[in-house]
T-cell receptor, first 114, second 117 residues
Framework: AQSVTQLGSHVSVSEGALVLLRCNYS??????LFWYVQYPNQGLQLLLK??????LVKGINGFEAEFKKSETSFHLTKPSAHMSDAAEYFC????????????FGAGTRLAVHP | SAVISQKPSRDICQRGTSLTIQCQVD?????MFWYRQQPGQSLTLIAT?????????ESGFVIDKFPISRPNLTFSTLTVSNMSPEDSSIYLC??????????????FGPGTRLTVL
């Protein structure tokens, strides 16, 4: 069965520090991978996606993620955190077999402190 | 990307009543999805709604509890029936817009925050 695991339900960093949010997936077929961000009282916004092209994917707001098949990982990083990055981040997986269902991880709440 | 609106944005309802949530898209899309996000939880897919066919429900969700309509390519409704406090959640609709997004990429509406007393 396909699944997504996000390690760490809460991550706290200082402003200007590296952000690393972890995501591992389980899939028997080639996956499509996504990172979404949810700001308080808002819907989800797509940060970036992997769809079998380049393994290093750059997204909006300075975020990027690297697809590592050998580690079944798709960790999200940002070199320097900003206060405005404080939000909930969701990793999601879909599959190239045709059915468009998104399976979400449990989410990681990122706090950024001065 | 597609612009999605939902009505109402929030509501407080009494148990035993029903609420219909509307999802409107500014462009024609084939696939629309309805998700539930319980307090402090992740998103769970309720059903997929394609125009011209019956909605496809995920395990644990049934049509009698969550009837869905999809009358055209820009609109869908989700009804939460016979509500109980356990139905208190954020309900989000999403669309797959292959004109501007890739395959399997979904765009989300702002959500409807439902509280059942």
């Amino acid at each position: 069965a396909q699944s997504v695991t996000q390690l760490g339900s809460h991550v706290s960093v200082s402003e200007g520090a590296l952000v690393l949010l972890r995501c591992n997936y389980s899939s028997s077929v080639p996956p499509y991978l996504f990172w979404y961000v949810q700001y308080p009282n808002q819907g989800l916004q797509l940060l970036l996606k992997y769809t079998s092209a380049a393994t290093l994917v750059k997204g909006i707001n300075g975020f990027e993620a690297e697809f590592k098949k050998s580690e079944t990982s798709f960790h999200l990083t940002k070199p320097s955190a900003h206060m405005s990055d404080a939000a909930e981040y969701f990793c999601a997986v879909s599959f190239s077999g045709g059915y468009n269902k998104l399976i979400f991880g449990a989410g990681t709440r990122l706090a950024v402190h001065p | 990307s597609a612009v999605i609106s939902q009505k109402p944005s929030r509501d407080i309802c009494q148990r035993g009543t029903s609420l219909t949530i509307q999802c409107q898209v500014d462009s024609q899309v084939t696939m629309m999805f309805w998700y539930r996000q319980q307090p402090g939880q992740s998103l769970t897919l309720i059903a997929t709604a394609n125009q011209g066919s019956e909605a496809t429900y995920e395990s644990g969700f049934v049509i009698d509890k969550f009837p869905i309509s999809r009358p055209n390519l820009t609109f869908s409704t989700l009804t939460v029936s016979n509500m109980s406090p356990e139905d208190s959640s954020i309900y989000l609709c999403s669309v797959e817009d292959r004109r501007t997004g890739g395959r399997n990429e979904q765009f989300f509406g702002p959500g409807t925050r439902l509280t059942v007393l």
